[in-house]
């Protein structure tokens, strides 16, 4: 099976920056593809960023810019750049790996969230 483990959020004032981390563990090696995911009080879940095993990324229209998802395959890490932020990314954050369980297919692991609070 495969773990992850989100940290790095806080508050900040409108335009400040935040790194989000996600730490992967167990069976990286079958891992996929790694996305960020956000949640506002009475909001639905969205993606934010996700990159594939191959390196390929790809961005909600409303981070484009501002959020950059880069990895470090040494530290079986995923990270989440934030910069420019605004209020409007008050969320918990989450960390969502997709990867490959032998015998029984795609499984899907989800992080305890993070929460990232940006004041005006």
């Known amino acids: 099976q495969v773990q992850v483990v989100e940290s790095g959020g806080g508050s900040v004032q409108a335009g400040g920056s935040l790194r989000l981390s996600c730490a992967a563990s167990?069976?990286?090696?079958?891992?996929?593809?790694i996305g960020w995911y956000r949640q506002a009080p009475g909001e639905q879940r969205e993606l934010v960023a996700t990159?594939?095993?191959?390196?390929?990324?790809n961005y909600a229209d409303f981070v484009k810019g501002r959020f950059t998802i880069s990895r470090d395959n040494a530290k079986n890490t995923v990270y989440l750049q934030m910069n420019s932020l605004e209020p409007e990314d008050t969320a918990v954050y989450y960390c969502?790996?997709?990867?490959?369980?032998?015998?029984?297919?795609?499984?899907?692991?989800w992080g305890q969230g993070t929460q990232v609070t940006v004041s005006s």
């Open positions: 969502k790996a997709r990867y490959w369980r032998l015998g029984t297919g795609p499984e899907i692991s």
């Open positions: 167990g069976r990286t090696g079958s891992i996929n593809l």
């Open positions: 990159i594939s095993s191959g390196g390929s990324t």
